[in-house]
């Protein structure tokens, strides 16, 4: 697969800070192919979850060109971006953001009913993919009943419950325990042999180690690092 | 692939559920909040539905009491002052009149017999005619007749209320009765019932009648003010009012404003009116009662927001478009008001039936009152949880998210 699925040229974001203006992301190219595996690697206040958000059409660019899959996106309207977060990205956070009150399986439904998908049909397949990361046997538990591993797990699903083209993780072993840590980057793993796109935001120079592609971000600066672990 | 996916019966679907899950997860805070729907629901089912039965059960007792009469009050002019008896049987031969009977009262009567006295007693002045009419009016004795009346003979009727005052244990018919002094014989014993005339409810029942010509002479008067005409058979009451407004204008000479016939179609009217202004004054306090509890949910719905900010900016991210996140808190703050409404329906029609069972009225259901308090609670729900709404769905994911 070596299609591009997103392109970013001379990305600029400015955020009004009283009175003054601060840059956060500065010239930001970046593009992605279909399938990658990629990790932006950045201490805090880099710039690394602004990044995150345009990536993911929740913020947009003060300046610059990002394509993605043939959709300027700079020229979408607030209705056509929701479009594009619910089919094109998923997204995981670093407390995975489950709602308390529904069970794992309704969790993962979540995006499926804003893509306005029938009941029967979001079951199945929050179902398939609750057992596709291993829970098969947490369905029903609520998230206060799941340990933080699980309720990262489900997070997950609930990301790629709508098959978008790309994973966009922010921090997702931010909150869990080394060993717990390992089994989600594994999870990564075999996700991205199936095919899936990731894209993994950190600080973390370890757990970046698990991306083939390590990207570098300091004062909204990108810089390409190279090294990968296991490439 | 990126076509926009919009299937509206499938998110309402699942916002009903999430919305009654986010209300009964707060059950406390939803309770408080609906509270002022509640109430303001719950009085304005009960006010009227209780003021509908009230009415009804007046109208329905003037209606008994009043069918085929017509009720002719007196103002006089400054040459007659009033009916004489003559006038009175010229009505009465009239051929859509069946008789006539004056009402001639004296009001806060002095009675007494023995050592006992009460003050303020009613009574009434009644006629011949009108024992005819009202033959089940006589409980024991005799009725007043045609010689009662010519004699202006000291004779009277008493009710209940009399014996216990003045007859304990006694026998009261051949007994006398001081009414202002005057030494009455008692003949008969009555009980008000449903014939007697509209006046009665708002003048009170007399408790003591007595022939209408001997209470003339008591007042000193020589005129009546105050009759009921008894309609005959196969007349309206048009025809009728028509017949006597005709004869009394000869009587008075054709001068303006000596009297007034009410018609059992003006009373009708009259109360309809009545109705209908009440209806409208307590519309008036119920919305402002409404209006408050609508204020309360508005509240409630900004706090929510506010305190939801995370979750609203997780669904964005999740692809929820800002419609779709309008959409659920508005159903959230409908749903809210409309639980409230629901209960505010069934506790006012409980408070209701309480009501009239205690002030004996009819309890009628009204269909209206439980439109009203349905459609105007799940209104309140839409108008005052809009701006909630439009205010979750506005706002910016990167800062609700930045909250987490």
Sequence with gaps: MDSVFFRMENINKFYHMGDEDMQVLKDVNLEIQEGEYLSVLGPSGSGKSTLMNIIGCLDTATSGQYILRDHVIEDMT??????????????????????????????????????????????????????????????????????????????????????????????????????????????????NEEGRSIIMITHDMNIAANAKRVVHIIDGVLTEGGGTADA | MLKAIKRPFVMIGECFRMSLSNIWGSKVRSFLTVLGILIGVMAVITLITTVNGVTGSITDSFLSMGAGTLTVSVTGSDLKSGMTKADLEELAALEEVEGVTPTVSINNARVSRGGNYENRISVSGKNAYYFLSNEEVVQRGRA??????????????????????????????????????????????????????????????????????????????????????????????????????AAMDVMFSFEEDCFTITTMDAIENTMETMMGMMTTLLAGIASIALLVGGIGIMNMMLTTVTERTVEIGLKKALGARQWQIQLQFLIESFLLSLIGGLAGIGLGLLLSMILSNVMGTTFRISTDAILLGFGFSAAIGIIFGWAPARKASKLNPIDALRSM
């Excluded at chain 1, 990205?89 to 794992?104: H, I, K």
């Excluded at chain 2, 007697?196 to 003010?225: Q, R």
Aim: glycine content about 6%; overall charge negative; hydrophobic content about 40%.
């Design chain 2, 144 to 245: 007043l007749n045609f010689i009662d009346e010519d004699n202006m003979s000291y004779v009277c009727l008493i009710d209940e209320e009399m014996i216990e005052d003045f007859f304990f244990g006694v026998d009261p018919v051949g007994e006398n009765l001081y009414i202002n002094g005057i030494p009455f014989l008692v003949v008969g014993i009555f009980s008000a019932d449903s014939t007697e005339s509209i006046a009665s409810i708002f003048l009170g029942s007399p408790s003591i009648l007595i022939p209408y010509t001997t209470a003339l002479k008591m007042n000193s008067a020589n005129e009546v003010t105050s009759f009921t005409v008894y309609m005959a058979e196969g007349v309206t009451s048009e025809q009728a009012s028509d017949a006597v407004e």
């Design chain 1, 78 to 191: 607030e209705s056509e971006l929701a479009d594009i977060r619910s089919q094109a990205v998923g997204f995981v956070f670093q407390n995975s953001q489950l709602l308390p009150r529904l069970d794992a399986v309704r969790n993962v439904e979540l995006p499926l009913i804003y893509a306005g998908v029938s009941q029967r049909e979001r079951t199945r397949r929050a179902r398939e993919m609750l057992d596709r990361v291993g829970l098969a046997d947490r369905m029903g538990h609520y998230p206060n009943q799941l340990s933080g591993g699980q309720q990262q797990r489900v997070a997950i699903a609930r990301a790629l419950v709508t098959n978008p083209g790309i994973l966009l993780a922010d921090e997702p072993t931010g909150a869990l325990d080394q060993k717990t840590g390992k089994q989600i980057m594994q999870l990564f793993r075999e996700l």
